[in-house]
């Protein structure tokens, strides 16, 4: 257990529906980041937000939202889905920002879009 | 942004060999991890090593950060070692505390017995 939690670990939805997916970092960790996991993409980095606060974004769509809350929690809305949006999800969390620390992976959310 | 290149893209060696897996990366960093992601799609860090030189058990990890370059060391492979492994980085390029990983394509290993 990386103490970093996700849930759920499954999830199939269909076309245009939209889902929520949830991280609890590790404790005492500040950061929290969201990562997306497709065959023809690899791992890539969606978004980071920072004791409640947006940092960063990468290649995250439109159609795809996060936030996090006062306890540090975050959630991951992914909203009018595609077929290829069908991937591995993963939430990360760091103690601080700037890239000096390590991350902890969740063990991901398996998304299917049908 | 910063470019990681990983090689070999694959692996397949016989329990017991050893190998040496390479991670190029296009900037100056602050971070750097590998990682590995085994069969049922778990991502365990395995070292955080910007620079220097890190041992645990059978892996080690050197990272030569003037020359841009990282090496994973495996000794004495095992089967429970195959999958996928990644290495990541931060550029020190990345301002404003925004410090989200760039991952490599991965070194896909297979042990075979």
């Known amino acids: 257990d990386s103490g970093v939690t996700q849930t759920p670990k499954h999830l199939i939805t269909a076309t245009g529906q939209r889902v929520t997916l949830r991280c609890s970092p590790r404790s005492g960790d500040l950061s929290v980041y969201w990562y997306q996991q497709s065959l023809d993409q690899g791992l890539q980095f969606l978004i980071q937000?920072?004791?409640?606060?947006?940092?960063a974004k990468g290649n995250i769509l439109e159609r795809f939202s996060a936030q996090q809350f006062p306890d540090l929690h975050s959630e991951l809305n992914l909203s009018s889905l595609e077929l290829g949006d069908s991937a591995l999800y993963f939430c990360a969390s760091s103690v601080g920002t700037g890239g000096y620390y390590g991350y902890t992976f969740g063990s991901g959310t398996r998304l299917t879009v049908v | 942004g910063i470019q990681v290149e990983q090689s070999p893209p694959d692996l397949i060696l016989q329990e017991g060999a050893n190998s040496t897996l390479r991670c190029n990366f296009s900037?100056?960093?602050?971070?750097l991890q590998w990682f590995h992601q085994n069969p049922w799609g778990q991502l365990i860090n395995l070292f955080y090593?910007?620079?220097g030189t890190k041992q645990n058990g059978r892996l080690s990890a050197t990272t030569v950060a003037t020359e841009r370059y990282s090496l994973l060391y495996i000794s004495s492979s095992q089967t429970t070692d195959s999958g996928v492994y990644f290495c990541?980085?931060?550029?020190?390029?990345?301002?404003?505390?925004?410090?989200?990983?760039?991952f490599g394509k991965g070194t896909h290993l297979i042990i075979q017995p």
């Open positions: 990541a980085v931060v550029s020190i390029y990345s301002g404003g505390g925004a410090d989200g990983l760039t």
């Open positions: 937000y920072y004791n409640g606060e947006e940092r």
């Open positions: 090593i910007p620079s």
């Open positions: 900037d100056s960093v602050n971070n």
